[in-house]
């Protein structure tokens, strides 16, 4: 049985490595033992702090609708609840794009909220 030589098999693996660590700096980016394990840890980074954006950006949303919504005399929270209570179904990435960019139907918006509040919750705080 002939001899299987891995030299091809084993420079792919490298060239692919070494490719992902373009950029870094100092032996992180040439030198293959470094570099792997630099990769390892970015995708590690990478994994974690694509569910970190997702908490950030409601957090960023949450604050742009809370910021409309008092200028208007109500808080996030009576807010979201008069929206339930109404039957408005619009989610926080697009009420904060609607406060930021359409002030007067996001005041209509927060009107239809009121409206559905019972008199006791309209109270700001």
Same mark, same amino acid.
């Given at each position: 049985?002939?001899?299987?030589?891995?030299?091809?098999?084993?420079?792919? *693996?490298?060239?692919?490595?070494?490719?992902?660590? *373009?950029?870094?700096?100092?032996?992180?980016?040439?030198?293959?033992?470094?570099?792997?394990?630099?990769?390892?840890?970015?995708?590690?980074?990478?994994?974690?702090?694509? *569910?970190?954006?997702?908490?950030?950006?409601?957090?960023?949303?949450?604050?742009?609708?809370?910021?409309?919504?008092?200028?208007?005399?109500?808080?996030?929270?009576?807010?979201?609840?008069?929206?339930?209570?109404?039957?408005?179904?619009?989610?926080?990435?697009?009420?904060?794009?609607?406060?930021?960019?359409?002030?007067?139907?996001?005041?209509?918006?927060?009107?239809?909220?009121?409206?559905?509040?019972?008199?006791?919750?309209?109270?700001?705080?």
């Amino acid at each position: 049985m002939a001899r299987v030589k891995r030299g091809t098999t084993t420079h792919a *693996k490298h060239k692919r490595i070494l490719g992902a660590a *373009k950029g870094y700096y100092g032996r992180r980016k040439n030198t293959i033992r470094i570099a792997r394990q630099a990769v390892e840890k970015a995708g590690q980074y990478a994994y974690r702090d694509r *569910k970190v954006k997702k908490r950030s950006f409601r957090a960023l949303w949450i604050q742009r609708i809370n910021a409309a919504v008092r200028a208007e005399g109500l808080t996030y929270g009576v807010f979201m609840h008069g929206l339930k209570l109404a039957g408005i179904e619009l989610d926080r990435k697009v009420l904060a794009d609607i406060a930021m960019h359409e002030g007067e139907a996001f005041s209509g918006i927060i009107a239809q909220a009121k409206a559905a509040l019972p008199e006791g919750a309209r109270i700001a705080a």
